[in-house]
């Protein structure tokens, strides 16, 4: 009873009387995020994903979590049958070969989102170079023999040259230490970029349960994605790591 008092999964049962099945899981995984041991939460999500989403493999693993909490449950039997069905639907799932026109689409599809990704690699990777050079090749000013006075050798108890200016001592070694020993600042690396192409059935959640990462931080990334309308090869941004 204390499970279903958690604010998180009261949220979750309230979108899920209002049919709002997204939010549900959304607010269903929160509270699991607050509680991990919740069999309540592990149920209604294995519910959602089995008759709202058409994902068996989250469903499967939220009932075994379910049994695994409540190990007492008087749903036990009932329970085994829906993992029983959620591993028929999942095999038939793998085994389903699409057709052959269908198949070249797909293909056609991910060669295009390849090349897409190639060129946005290659202008990165320009702009990189670009930088990169700007602050390591900084040109050296050249030297005027028009204005600057020649170097010459001195012995000690000679004297200056009456025609040419004399040289403060130790100017000569100073000008040519600060000349050799200008540094520049280390480049700091670019992050890599971090993308998942979503599959059929899968959601916000899964997604950011198969990369190990927070759903608030995955929503982040993709702020114009709209978690109702994923499609099979949408190409989401993952959180830098």
């Not at 269903?28 to 309540?40: G, I, K, T, V, Y």
């Not at 060129?119 to 005027?144: D, V």
Request: contains cysteine; hydrophobic residues 35%; aromatic residues 6%.
């Amino acid at each position: 009873m204390d499970e279903e008092k958690e604010p998180h999964y009261v949220l979750g049962m309230s979108r899920v009387n209002a049919m709002d099945y997204i939010g549900a899981i959304n607010a269903f995984e929160e509270s699991l995020e607050s509680n991990p041991h919740s069999a309540q939460a592990h149920f209604q999500l294995a519910m959602l994903y089995e008759n709202q989403e058409s994902d068996p493999a989250a469903a499967i693993y939220h009932y075994q979590q379910y049994l695994k909490y409540d190990p007492k449950t008087e749903k036990a039997e009932i329970i085994a049958q829906h993992i029983s069905s959620c591993k028929q639907q999942l095999a038939a799932d793998v085994l389903q070969l699409p057709s052959a026109p269908a198949a070249q689409q797909q293909l056609e599809k991910l060669t295009e989102e390849n090349r897409r990704l190639h060129e946005q690699l290659t202008q990165w990777q320009t702009w990189y170079a670009a930088e990169l050079a700007a602050k390591t090749n900084t040109p050296a000013t050249p030297y005027n023999y028009a204005t600057q006075p020649q170097a010459t050798s001195l012995t000690p108890g000679d004297a200056p040259s009456q025609t040419g200016a004399t040289t403060p001592a130790g100017t000569g070694a100073l000008s040519n230490s600060t000349a050799t020993s200008t540094t520049h600042p280390a480049t700091p690396k670019a992050a890599p970029i971090r993308t998942h192409v979503v599959l059929k059935g899968e959601t916000l959640a899964s997604i950011a349960r198969k990369h190990g990462i927070r759903l608030n931080e995955l929503e982040e990334a993709n702020p114009f994605v709209n978690p109702r309308k994923l499609k099979a090869g949408q190409v989401l941004n993952l959180p830098a790591e």
